[in-house]
């Protein structure tokens, strides 16, 4: 499970990344992935304070469209996360839609590593916290949960430079894993919203796609193949 729940964050991670000079992507990559493992780590280690985000900061009573609708601090990060997270990949698309060459937006300065990391940083919260949220559900044991998120991002860590290449080689590839963040920050902005979004569905409607797509890929591949 942590696996799967992992995949939107290696792939906003490797898109992210790929701003960043070359020699510079492996160590963002797995800055990044760490950075996830430690918040993950950590809020494992704070589930009380997690299940109080549950409790409403204040109530919302809009005549005519809310009627006391009870926000809480989980209601805010998820918001704020799935909004941050669509405004990225909506300008990723965008740019890649111009004809953007990313790698003139790519520099040798710590400073735009730490730009970047500090981006990785912010939707790790986000992406820790529903990981969380979703472990807390399913095993009361902290210490099975720890070494679950430990194995998943491992396995995260060798496989990311492979995930990585394989997205950036592949444009229409990579156009698709920013939709499928799009769809992931509006889940956010739903369950922030308190309309529960079934993962499961998510999830299998972008591993159809993605599968529609590698074999768009075979027969055009195949095509040039035939024509030269």
Do not use: C
């Not at 992935?33 to 280690?45: D, E, I, S």
């Not at 990949?89 to 111009?98: D, G, P």
């Amino acid at each position: 499970m942590e696996i799967v729940l992992g995949i939107d964050n290696i792939i906003f991670i490797s898109i992210t990344v790929n701003r960043l000079a070359p020699n510079e992507q492996a160590r963002g990559r797995t800055i990044g992935l760490l950075l996830a493992l430690l918040f993950r780590v950590g809020l494992l280690l704070s589930i009380s304070w997690i299940v109080g985000l549950r409790a409403a900061l204040f109530t919302l009573h809009i005549p005519g469209v809310v009627s006391d609708f009870g926000v809480s601090g989980r209601d805010l990060i998820l918001l704020s996360g799935g909004l941050f997270l669509i405004y990225k990949s909506v300008v990723e698309i965008y740019n890649k839609l111009q004809g953007e060459e990313e790698d003139a937006h790519a520099s040798q300065q710590p400073a735009r590593l730490s730009a970047i990391i500090l981006q990785i940083i912010i939707i790790d919260i986000v992406f820790s916290f529903d990981s969380i949220l979703t472990a807390v559900g399913l095993v009361n044991n902290v210490l099975v949960m720890i070494a679950a998120v430990i194995v998943a991002m491992g396995l995260m860590v060798i496989f990311s430079g492979f995930i990585a290449d394989f997205v950036n080689r592949n444009p229409s590839i990579k156009i698709l894993a920013l939709a499928f963040l799009v769809m992931i920050g509006f889940m956010l902005v739903m369950e922030a919203t308190h309309k529960e979004v079934e993962k499961g569905y998510l999830y299998f409607a972008m591993a159809f796609a993605l599968a529609v797509e590698v074999l768009n890929m075979r027969l055009r591949k195949k095509s040039k193949a035939s024509v030269e």
